[in-house]
């Protein structure tokens, strides 16, 4: 019997219940399809994960397909073999224009146009995008009734306007809304204002080399957002970045809103449920007076390495294929909340009426701003998602900058002009390891600076929502 083809696929175990047993079933199926091949599946911890795959390179035995979290995107760009080639090649090069792979319809040209343009470079797809995430607010909207809050905020003034009326509720909750001290904040706000972090278009243009965290974007958003803690308004739950602490204020109706990643949509429906109350999602919140500027996603995509066997690297590019074609994506969506990511796997869910019983599962596609065929979204431009090296860094800096400034009272320019310099001393000893290494220092391959790194879990989320009291 001749040896089956392997196939190393190593993977982020972003730790949801059940998440790595959907791959491995997946990796069954396609084996079944393609019993030429076998897929060697790997979950690793999504935040060790990028400098274990620089340590196989260094050891000269990388998995053919790995998987990044999105803020080191720039990192797998830059990342080289222990001889200095790059460590990954592009998977729209590698696909050379065909249609299908071992059977398996290509996908590549049915990826929602925001998430397609995120992974590519001059029009190139570097990696294959696989968990994609928008940013939605979400409100209990028994409570917004009573404070007489029709519809939820559109606009920054909406949600303070939201929050006063909450505010004069008898028996309300003690604050209005809150948010995670997560640097996918900072982006998305800068994002809907047309701001940038970095120069040269984000480092979409060209490589980044300078950042600014003390822009006049910025510092409206950190304006408004400090107003609002003095104010009353806002909830802060002094960690960095809180995210079990903010999901679990809303679950016990602290909060009348939260705004947060479209991946927490089903708990935070299991929280509403549990705690008795009806709950309502929209878009994230754009600035008065301002046109709607675009969007961030978060997630992951997964690589293709250079200098595979022919056979190695059709099966690795298949597998690819078959992870996103309409079912699987679909699936994946139910499973998880994550984004549809391809326009046939959005209309796969329409049609067989999931959005109609799920109605608010449709917003993360319209946050993008274009999802099925012949229907818009929210018509806003693409994504606007920052490119640069230890982007977990950058995110550390600001988040601990905007502590500062909730906690301690330190003015925001200064602040942030302080935070400005420091971001751009972590680009700057990135740049240098990029140079003499091929990224090589841990410190550029960081993933997250979470502080609450637990809170983050799949189990510890479930914990969150359960329990919520009523004080209706």
Known sequence: MTARTVIDVWVADLTFPGYMDRLHALGAQFEEAHPEYRVNIEGRDFRNLSREIAEAADAGRPPAVAEYYFAVTQAARDSRTRDGRPLFTSVQKAIAGRTEILGEPVVVDDLLPAVREHYSLDGDLASMPAVVTAMLIYGNKTVLDRAGVS???????????????????????????????????????????????????????????????????????????????????????????????????????????????????????????????????????????????????????????????????????????????????????????????????????????????????????????????????????????????????????????????????????????????EAQALLDAYEADRTARGVRDPQSLRVEYFRDTEAYTGAQLENAVKGGASKE
């Open 151 to 421: 519809s939820l905020p559109t606009t920054w003034g909406g949600v303070e306007a939201a929050c006063e009326a909450v505010a004069a509720l008898e028996g309300g909750p003690s604050h209005g809304v809150t948010w995670s001290n997560h640097g996918l904040f900072f982006q998305q706000a800068l994002a809907v204002q047309g701001g940038e972090l970095a120069d040269h278009a984000n480092g979409r243009a060209g490589r980044a080399t300078r950042l600014d965290l003390a822009s006049s974007e910025m510092l409206t958003w950190v304006g408004w957002w400090r107003e609002l803690h003095r104010k009353g308004h806002y909830l802060h739950t002094g960690q960095i970045p809180g995210w079990e602490a903010n999901l679990k204020a809303f679950a016990d109706q602290d909060v009348a809103l939260r705004v947060t990643s479209s991946n927490d949509l089903n708990y935070m429906a299991m929280a509403a449920e549990n705690s008795g109350f009806e709950m309502t999602v929209g878009r994230f919140p754009g600035r008065d007076g301002e046109p709607y500027g675009g969007n961030i996603i978060a997630g992951t995509s997964l690589w293709l390495a250079d200098g595979l066997a022919e056979d190695v690297q059709d099966g690795a590019l298949a597998f690819m294929q078959f992870l996103n074609n309409p079912r699987n994506a679909a699936d994946r969506h139910i499973a998880s909340s994550f984004v549809p990511v391809t326009r046939s796997s959005y209309r796969l869910l329409e049609e067989e009426g999931w959005f109609a019983d799920h109605p608010f599962h449709r917003l993360a596609s319209a946050q993008l701003g274009s999802y099925a065929e012949g229907q818009g979204g929210e018509g806003v431009p693409p994504c606007r998602g920052a490119q640069f090296g230890d982007f977990a860094g950058a995110q550390d800096v600001m988040t601990r900058a905007m502590d500062d400034v909730l906690a301690r009272g330190a003015e925001p320019a200064e602040r942030f002009a302080e935070a400005t310099a």
